[in-house]
């Protein structure tokens, strides 16, 4: 238990953790990304509503405002912004197409880039004319087509290094994250331990006295016991001594059902699993419980598919299923049906109590599989009831890597499904 306690504590620390990294690193990727794109499209703002040259900077035109011309304005047109300066037009590599309305090639100007001839800027701009492009991103450039006089002007501006700049600040930003993690872990997985030391020493405690004080409770039990029926062997048996007895037996199975969920608690508690019929295990259990039933009035329904074999600790899920029909019989209500099935589903044994029962909730009644939980008080102190039987059930269920389930559909009934 208290290793599941630390690895889930470690799993949602590191989740925890990762969102907010993800979080982080994303959101300064992305605005890298916008801030890179945004300068771009300034300067193919610039150079397309100059005619397809970038102007002349002069130290006055900064701290300007763009007046942009061209259909497709930069998001922001503060030249500073976007990183646009006197040097600008000597480090801006670009090449300018301009296509007739015919689809003919007018110009081409490639004198401000040396990595592209004059035919594949030819062919680049008239892919794009022909599919109606007319912003984006093509090979390593960034375009932005303009109208003029019928004519489209497609001017390419070379943005290989903030591409990569942005490729690499991405691999950077991840790595760094992945890195951290990796300490993150590292440390929590170290930390966890310190962390749940006291969790751990409260538990070791409680299962301590959880077993101490059932075996201390079981000496004074025998002893009343034997003094009980020393008593009945002098003046004979009574309702006292009735009443004693039953008593007894409601401490001994309490105390046996603690030990025994203490040690279902333990780590490493090893089933003693075996190859058995389980088509006879539920039968033969639920065969006892026909003679109460009918005692008590009610009627047992017992379906039970044939050959369904399992692995499994038999003593286990027989005493599984005999505290689920012992719990159907207590609660079911007067009069009232209790039905047991057993049948394969692909891979998995399914096993179903259902009973009628007094007013209940609807919905799911998992809350049931809690140590002591009584949805009805008074009832229960009717039937005699610790709310500890189905606790013991849902270990053994865990035990054997099943699924247990509570429900009621209409408020007057409960259905119990195992899947082993």
Known sequence: MLKKL??????????????V???IVGTINIANYISTNQALDARLSLIADNGGTFPDMTPGDFGKKLEPKSDQPPAMNDLQKHGISQESPFDTRYFTVTIAPDGTVESVDTGKIASISAGTAEEYAAELWKKGKKKGFFADYK????????????????????ISTIRTYVLASVG?????????FVMIYFFSGKVLKPV???????????TDAS?????PLTIIDANTEVIEMMEGENEWTQSTRKQIARLTSLTEKL?????????GTKLEKVSFSLSDAVLDTAEGFRSVAKTKGKQFEINVAEHVEYVGDEKNIRQMISLL????????????IIRIALKTSGKNKIITVWNTTDQIEKGKLDMLFERFYRMDASHNSRTGGFGIGLSVVYAIVKAHKGKITAKSEDGKSILFTVAL
Request: with cysteine; charged share 25%; hydrophobic share 40%.
């Open 215 to 219: 075996h201390e409770i079981k000496t």
């Open 325 to 336: 029909l012992d719990n159907a019989m207590k609660y079911s209500s007067e009069q009232g």
């Open 6 to 19: 630390r690895r889930k504590f470690i799993a949602i620390a590191m989740l925890s953790v990762s969102i």
């Open 200 to 210: 751990s020493e409260s538990y070791e405690k409680q299962k301590r006295f959880i």
């Open 259 to 267: 030990v025994f969920l203490s040690r279902m608690d333990e780590e």
């Open 21 to 23: 990294l993800i979080a």
């Open 176 to 184: 760094t994250g992945t890195i951290g993690l990796v300490i993150v």
């Open 143 to 162: 375009y932005l087509a303009t109208d003029s006089d019928g004519s489209t002007m497609y001017v390419f501006l070379n943005c290989q290094r903030e």
